[in-house]
């Protein structure tokens, strides 16, 4: 029987109830935090208003909308079940905006905020005009750096349609009409630069390639339900979009344009080795855990 929760105190309570139910999320230690994300959501759902987290604390004893009750109970039940939270709720925010998401899409992660983090750093100093991102998922990378670089013009790939609909969703809504970005479907992901077609004297590729291996470890949660597609690298090349980007590029940078890459830290200094010919001025950079997580080459 749903409880019925009469303020956002007791709403609070009962979600933090049922997902301490869940052994996984009391190891992540991560029961506080979504429990306000859902009751946040559930609110923002039923009420299509926005609470911030201040004004979640400084309500706790006023009414909770009767039908968001209903919500709470539902989506707490959904994330004790195993369900990402983004999935449920729909959202994720990532660096400076908050993207819609879905099933078809990777979950923004920190590890990313790097990759956009760096390039934004070393564009800044060229101001570019136009940029390519390889498997764009839910256009978290192109629509962060289009709203950095008012010049700046954008070609982003995907396999998948229904990520590019994300990704479409999430350009409209952030940059507006006229936004510089354009979409290519990919056929097949393995042809990774032909939809681009003749594309050329371009300062910068951007990629969050899919990297994993079912070797590698990788959180339970993500593999149950994050897309395939833009997780695991061909089994029998784990490196094959980075060798790709590598022999590639040259065909589309400017002379000094920039490479910016994801890259899992179990693989980076194969990867690093693929960029340390004299064609090109390699870097890496750390994540939050110290760990190789970002490759930045610069076409010599």
Not at 47 to 52: E, H, M, P, Q, V
Not at 257 to 266: A, K, S, T
Request: aromatic share 8%.
């Amino acid at each position: 029987m749903e409880p019925q929760l009469k303020n956002f105190g007791l709403a609070l309570k009962c979600t933090r109830d049922l997902l301490s139910l869940s052994p996984e999320l009391r190891a992540r230690g991560s029961i506080e935090t979504e429990s306000e994300q859902i009751v946040l959501a559930a609110y923002r759902s039923k009420t299509g208003k926005k609470l911030s987290r201040v004004e979640l604390y400084s309500s706790l004893q006023e009414p909770l909308p009767g039908e968001c009750s209903k919500e709470v109970f539902h989506l707490s039940v959904a994330r004790v079940e195993g369900n990402p939270l983004q999935h449920l709720i729909g959202y994720q925010t990532f660096l400076d905006h908050e993207f819609s998401v879905s099933p078809h899409v990777l979950v923004p992660r920190p590890e990313t905020e790097v990759l956009v983090t760096e390039a934004i750093r070393i564009l800044e100093k060229i101001q570019p005009k136009v940029g390519i991102e390889i498997g764009t998922g839910s256009g978290i990378i192109s629509i962060e750096l289009l709203s950095r670089f008012s010049d700046l013009q954008m070609l982003a790939s995907d396999i998948s349609e229904d990520a590019l609909e994300i990704a479409r969703k999430n350009a409209d809504k952030i940059l507006g009409e006229g936004h510089g970005l354009r979409f290519f479907e990919t056929e097949d992901p393995k042809y990774v630069f032909e939809v681009f077609g003749q594309v050329t004297h371009v300062d910068f590729i951007v990629s969050n390639p899919p990297y994993l291996s079912l070797r590698d470890e990788i959180d339970a949660e993500v593999f149950r339900h994050e897309p395939r597609g833009a997780l695991f690298a061909p089994e029998e090349d784990l490196l094959y979009f980075y060798k790709e980007i590598e022999k590639n590029s040259g065909k589309y940078l400017n002379l000094d344009g920039f490479v910016f890459l994801e890259i899992p830290h179990e693989r980076a200094q194969k990867i690093s080795s693929l960029f340390s010919s004299s064609k090109w001025k390699m870097s890496l950079v750390q994540d939050l855990t110290g760990r190789d997580r970002v490759l930045i080459a610069q076409r010599k």
